[in-house]
């Protein structure tokens, strides 16, 4: 059975893939014993023959809950043994094991270990190509499948092949769907039964008598050619023919792991390692077993195998096998996330240090990896059903893998479980709960839930109270009540004040600033700013607070609101600096660049807040960072990319139009289809329920897409509506009004307008002072959609030549990371289609960005692009 027949397609394919020598996925799919491992083998071998370093990894059945475990598999011996040259990088301690951490890391764990790893994989590929082969990927742990996906959204920019092998029907779905988006990188092989043809070649011509009833099954053709029998009785004959202490060997090996090291097998089966050594040798003449590149370590012949071997081991032998190797993974000091999958198989109902190991487990990787996290929280409540600590662990980790309703359910569970007298941690679990029910659109339960919280709370527990308090502020904001919200805001810094917590009057001033910004009160926006300011800036980074994000962010969206632009600056990168990839933080701090005319650098941070957004599987985190991406993209003129984002974000959000998100997301859609040219197709959320800040937005979109359509516009007294109307001095006036405040991009468009009333006034001279003004404003923001516009009405007025008081951004120098990344594709003669399916984007996405890049880089063809990239390469 070591020939390999009947893939004669696959194997032209995968020679011609690894001639590219590009970055690329394959994928070998289909059922039990069809052969996806056989040919993971033979690109492998066929790598190795080309010089390629080829790294492979497994998962497996019963291990599915060890974080990363497939990439550990593959790659945590190699560097343990071979660390490349170069190679500093903290991160990849988030993944494996053997790498160590020099210094605390700040930001997402996941979206960190996700960029470590293609680094990693970009740095191995420097001096040859990297083949790396993940096997049984259908029994992949979570955090693993993210991995997988984050490198099919995103793959490494070096000569990386990455192949998996995986049986579809099992498959997990998020990892199905990724695969389907990420196209042309990814060539797929289903592979089917040998044909009889195929059967005769490799067994001869008796062979084909057993044709029939292996199905043409490779798996099974091998089990009937080595024992005239099918499947599972074929291994069960296997087995039969083993001494009993060479099976109860092999039984070890099947709870040990695959693969597994001698000496863990030893204590699995209670045996001493010269016995264990000498099982293994028969076992490896009977190709049962397997030596890996590792010194004392084996795997199985075939992951079935290994399952056949556990299911017949006898139970309560097995229980004893798998305390056993807890004890001595114990002994050497292996954390508990590595020995919890043997407690799990072991542990009695209501062990206490069996809980305890498990709520460990948990806590060392929820941030990393939370859905294993959950699970292992879940096996500790299975075995202490009452802990209301436990089942509130679990919402919280069922919450961060984006399990939203079995979220609020554990959390449900754990209040039920907390005794009335334990009121912080109740109250604390309300307002955990209350967010999700937002966050799942349940806002009528929420408010129930907090309101009947605080009357139970009442006023002898104050500091609960004001807990309370906070939360239903934010349940209002997102009700859209925003008057309630600054009454329930300002009641809990009343109360904030009399308990004198100054962290608790901090965040309270602070949410009463954002709520009265948001309601228009000004006065009292600007005088709570004031209170939260003098307060976090006397404090030391080290003391703000990160959850749910820290207060300092906080208070620099608040200042946003209200149009302190250059204090929001300044909050904003602190809070940056505290917490980097930190969603919401640099959610905020993206808007609050954009404000300042920061706009290349605020497109940036919000291209890497979507993807670790989309890395989270959180739907409501994804649609708020495309909405700050639109935004951002609608202000630099790039109308039809801010309208693709904004769709998806209200995609994400759903299909609630009364709530804060909902509105927010269709309002940016709108302003996306007024930039985009569709202005008559926009509909904008009626303006009482959208927050003031941004009413003048939405007002100015409304009128617009009225005066497209032809519609009375809804609102006199403003620019457009004087321009239209043919009234260009009033219009001119009106601009001039608008340009004394707003962010550095409204000024410019302000002034962009008064220009346009004042040229067909016929002041010209007017006309073109504002103009270079305007076209210095857009250049030093870095907005050359917007400054080709002026530039284009200046050119109309006589004026050709443009000069800037500034040194201009120029190239490749204007770009967005995305936008260079295309580019660079673009260098390399893909296709607008082949670069939507490498980057994991829509077709219009890219179309928006190539536009942009022809407007940045002053080209007009792709050709013209690739040589703009080459040209600044050879500098």
Known sequence: MEGLVGRDAELDAVDTLLDEKTSRVVVFAGEPGIGKSRMLTELGARAD?????????????????????????????????????????????????????????????????????????????????????????????????ELVCALLRRPPAAPVLLGLATRPRQTPSRLTADLGRAGSLVTRFDLGPLSRDDVRELLGPDGVALYEE??????????????????????????ALLDRGVRQVLEGAAVAGDPFLLELVATAADRSEPEVADALDVLLDRDLV??????????????????????????????????????????????????????VQAARPGDPDAVELLRKAGDDVVRRA????????????????????????????????????????????????MPPSAVTSRVTLIAACAGLEHTLGLHDAAHRRLTTALDRVGEAHPAEAATLMTAIAQDSLFRLEFTRAVDW?????????????????????????????FAGDTATAAEACAEAAALLDARADDELELSPEPIVAQLAAAEYLTGRLAKAGRHAERALAVARQHVPVMFWTGLVRAALGRLPDAAALLDEAVEIARASGNSSMLGWTLLARSSVAATCGEGALARTLAEESVEAHGPATNTFPGVWSRLALAVALVESGEAATAVVPELDRIPAPLRPMALDAAVRSD?????????????????????????????????????????????????????????????????????????????????????????????????????????????????????????????????????????????????????????????????????????
Not at 107 to 125: F, K, N, Q, S, T
């Open 489 to 517: 805001s300002r009641q809990a810094r009343d109360m904030a004040v009399r308990l004198g917590e100054p962290n608790g009057v901090a965040a309270a001033a602070m949410r009463l600033a954002f709520s009265a910004a």
């Open 214 to 239: 292996s199905g043409g099954n490779p798996f099974y053709l091998g089990q009937l050619a080595r024992t005239g029998r099918r499947g599972a009785v074929a291994i069960a004959d296997e087995l």
């Open 290 to 343: 397997r030596p890996t590149d590792a010194p004392r370590r084996f795997r199985f012949r075939h992951p079935l195998l290994r399952r056949a071997v556990y299911e017949a081991a006898p139970r309560a032998w097995r229980v004893g096998a798998h305390e056993r190797l807890a004890r001595a993974l114990a002994d050497r000091g292996v954390p508990p996330a590595g020995r919890a999958h043997h407690i």
């Open 707 to 875: 005066l497209a359509a032809g519609r009375a516009p809804r609102a006199e007294g403003l620019a457009v509506v004087a321009l239209h109307q043919g009234r260009p001095r009033e219009a001119a006036e009106l601009a001039l009004a608008a340009a004394r405040h707003g962010t550095v991009v409204e000024v410019a468009a302000a002034r962009f307008l008064a220009a346009r009333a004042l040229a067909e006034a016929g002041d010209t001279e007017a006309a073109v002072r504002l103009l270079r003004l305007v076209c210095e404003t857009y250049e030093r923001s870095g907005a050359p959609r917007r400054r080709a516009e002026a530039e284009r009405l200046l050119r109309r007025l006589g004026h050709r030549q443009v000069h800037h008081r500034s040194a201009p951004r120029s190239g490749l120098a204007t770009l967005t990371e995305r936008e260079l990344q295309i580019a660079r594709l673009i260098t390399d003669r893909r296709t607008n289609a082949e670069i939507a399916e490498e980057l994991y984007l829509s077709r219009k996405t890219v179309e928006s960005h190539v536009r942009n890049l022809f407007h940045k880089l002053s080209v007009s063809s792709r050709v013209e692009i690739a040589r703009a990239v080459e040209r600044h390469d050879r500098e």
């Open 49 to 145: 023959a080309r010089g390629m370093l080829v790294l492979s990894g497994s998962a497996s059945e019963y291990e599915r809950d060890l974080p990363f475990w497939l990439f550990v598999d593959a790659l945590d011996e190699y560097l343990r043994a071979t660390p490349p040259d170069g190679l500093d990088d903290d991160d990849l301690a988030e993944v494996l094991p053997s790498w160590r951490k020099a210094a605390p890391a700040t930001g997402d764990p996941r979206y960190r270990a996700h960029r470590a790893i293609r680094h990693l994989l970009e740095v191995l590929a420097r001096d040859k190509p990297v083949v790396l082969l993940l096997d049984d990927v259908h029994w992949a742990d979570s955090a693993s499948v």
């Open 370 to 417: 939370p859905g294993e996290a959950a699970r292992w929280y879940q096996h500790a409540t299975d075995l202490q059903p009452g802990s209301p600590e436990l089942w509130a662990a679990l919402g919280s980790a069922l919450g961060a893998a984006g399990h939203l309703e079995k979220a609020k359910d554990s959390l449900v569970r754990a209040i039920e479980l």
